[in-house]
């Protein structure tokens, strides 16, 4: 009876950090998930960068895992290169053994504060706060798990069977390694599993060698989780995820016979026994990123080989399954991520175009008409899967958003018109007959394709969270965007009263440019309309009564 009621008090206490982890991460992405997607994708330019973004998101969002898919994503959609991915992920694994060593200072007396804080904040009216509420909550809740855990392993000190189980693992490390890495497997955290032998190591019945051995383990299985949920997924992510399983279990064969000469060393050094597994769960990865991160280019190449490109035809959907039409809210999640992916297709093509203004670089145009094709085309597939739900099997509710998702694919559709037959030629004119703009106008056309991209991001985000805050943000971009047309048309027209031979000679090119950018950006704006429409913030007529 009392071995059950102790391996009840352990399940909870893990089934406890667990949902605290989740809760940061929920929490995290809900007050800074637009911020933080765009910041990691924006900040791999250099490797040192691509490491601290990596370490960061990580230390954020309390789980490798979601970094690792998030980084995956960009990567599928070109925004991150390969090698800098295999770098993002380096510095993932180092804010999760980052993570470790914090919660075991021995701060888990700070959990009611935390929680309270937590509770407070997520009360207030603002989504943003809610979200750092929810964290806080969540921060409070694993500090918590840690007393929990602390207290389930005391009576294990004197278990004769549990002593017996470890001296197996002991003598077996191989065995013990399989067993750790399954611990992370199934709680899909490698956090997890180190916290689970920080307790067990505090009862004092695990030796420097076992400890060692089950964190590697941990490492390995904690990097399994990404690479089962990117088997879906394109080939680009599978590199991915895949590439950092093989990092860290190469990592792993090399230290896995040197564990007794690393527990001596740990053992040698100034370091509280009670802490030595986040002690070797953070040296190892150290380590790890620093052996790993010279071969981050040769990683990419090996994965280009392991997983080559699948044949499949782009233009078919992927989520539209017909079986899911009797049960509309599936359907239109269905839809939802559909349209997500023209989405993401439409930023393909901005990206290829700004690129190719930047460089006057024909070969990033080349790809945009046959990903127009694709918009157009899987477009029409949502429209066609949701005219099938019909309207009688619809509630209100799922009606209206049926009706958000049909406008936003039809809105990305006019956009994939607009860059193809209009900022396609433009920009190929420029690159094929070495125009160039004023400095000014160059800077302030290319300020403005940024900006549209970054309204893209985020106006993606709007549409999957519906968050009335970022809708409100985007109308305000709107005007910002009215502003930047009109005082860059003002300028171009005062250089061609100045007589500058660079803004004559491109004089109908800047201005065709602003116009488009201006038409795609009220295209993507739209999106905000629904969610303020229903919050009756938004009037019919832009006109002043003058009554």
Not at 178 to 191: D, K, M, N
Not at 225 to 237: F, Q, T
Not at 295 to 311: C, G, I, K, N
Not at 419 to 448: M, N, T
Request: hydrophobic share 50%; net charge neutral; with cysteine.
């Amino acid at each position: 009876m009392e071995s059950t009621v102790v391996m009840i008090n352990l399940f909870g206490a893990v089934g406890l950090l667990l949902f605290g982890l989740a809760q940061v991460k929920d929490g995290v992405s809900r007050a800074f998930g637009a911020r933080l997607r765009t910041g990691l994708a924006t900040g791999t330019r250099s490797s040192l960068r691509s490491f601290i973004s990596g370490f960061f998101a990580t230390v954020a969002l309390q789980s490798s895992t979601a970094t690792a898919l998030m980084v995956a994503s960009f990567v599928e959609r070109e925004l991150v290169k390969p090698r800098m991915a295999q770098i993002v992920l380096l510095g993932a694994n180092v804010g999760t053994a980052v993570t470790a060593w914090i919660v075991a200072t021995g701060i888990e007396w700070l959990s009611p504060l935390v929680i309270l804080a937590g509770i407070v904040l997520y009360r207030s009216g603002s989504t943003g706060r809610q979200g750092g509420g929810a964290a806080l909550i969540g921060i409070g809740l694993m500090l918590l798990s840690l007393h929990l855990l602390s207290a389930a392993t005391e009576p294990m000190r004197q278990s004769p069977a549990l002593a017996a189980f470890i001296g197996l693992l002991d003598n077996a490390w191989p065995v013990a390694l399989s067993f750790s890495a399954g611990i992370a497997f199934i709680s899909s955290s490698s956090l997890a599993a180190v916290v689970l032998i920080l307790s067990l190591a505090s009862t004092g019945i695990l030796s420097a060698d076992l400890i060692i051995i089950l964190v590697l383990g941990a490492n390995l299985g904690g990097a399994i989780p990404p690479v089962v949920a990117s088997l879906s997924g394109s080939a680009s992510a599978k590199r991915v995820t895949l590439g950092n399983l093989i990092v860290r279990a190469v990592g792993c064969l090399i230290a896995l016979p040197l564990a007794g000469y690393g527990a001596e060393l740990l053992e040698m050094l100034p370091l509280t026994p009670a802490k030595l597994p986040v002690d070797a769960h953070l040296g190892f990865n150290l380590m790890l990123a620093a052996f790993a991160w010279p071969f981050s280019r040769l990683l990419s190449r090996l994965m280009l080989r392991l997983v080559p490109e699948e044949a499949h035809a782009d233009n078919a959907p992927k989520y539209l399954d017909s079986r899911e039409l009797a049960t509309p809210v599936v359907a239109l999640a269905n839809a939802t991520r559909e349209t997500l992916g023209v989405g993401d297709l439409i930023e393909r093509m901005l990206m290829r175009a700004s690129d190719a203004f930047e460089r006057n670089d024909l070969s990033k145009l080349q790809e945009i008409p046959s990903l127009e094709k694709r918009v157009d085309s899987l477009q029409q597939e949502v429209k066609i899967y949701l005219s099938k739900l019909g309207r009688d099997s619809l509630s209100e509710e799922n009606g209206r958003r049926s009706i958000v998702i049909i406008d936003y694919a039809i809105n990305l559709e006019h956009i994939g018109d607009i860059i193809e037959r209009g900022l396609l030629s433009q920009v190929a004119k420029k690159a094929s007959l070495g125009l160039k703009f004023s400095e000014d106008g160059y800077e302030e056309l290319k300020k403005l394709f940024h900006l549209t991209i970054d309204n893209l991001r985020i106006a993606q985000t709007i549409f999957v969270t519906r968050d009335f805050n970022l809708a409100r943000q985007m109308m305000e971009v709107k005007v910002e965007v009215r502003r930047l047309e009109k005082q860059s048309s003002e300028r171009h027209l005062e250089r061609l009263r100045d007589g500058r031979a660079d803004s004559l000679q491109t004089s109908s090119l800047h201005l065709d440019m602003l116009r488009d950018l201006k038409r795609i950006n009220a295209h993507i704006i739209s999106v905000a309309h629904p969610i303020l429409n229903e919050s009756g913030l938004l009037i019919e007529s832009r006109l002043k009564d003058v009554a």
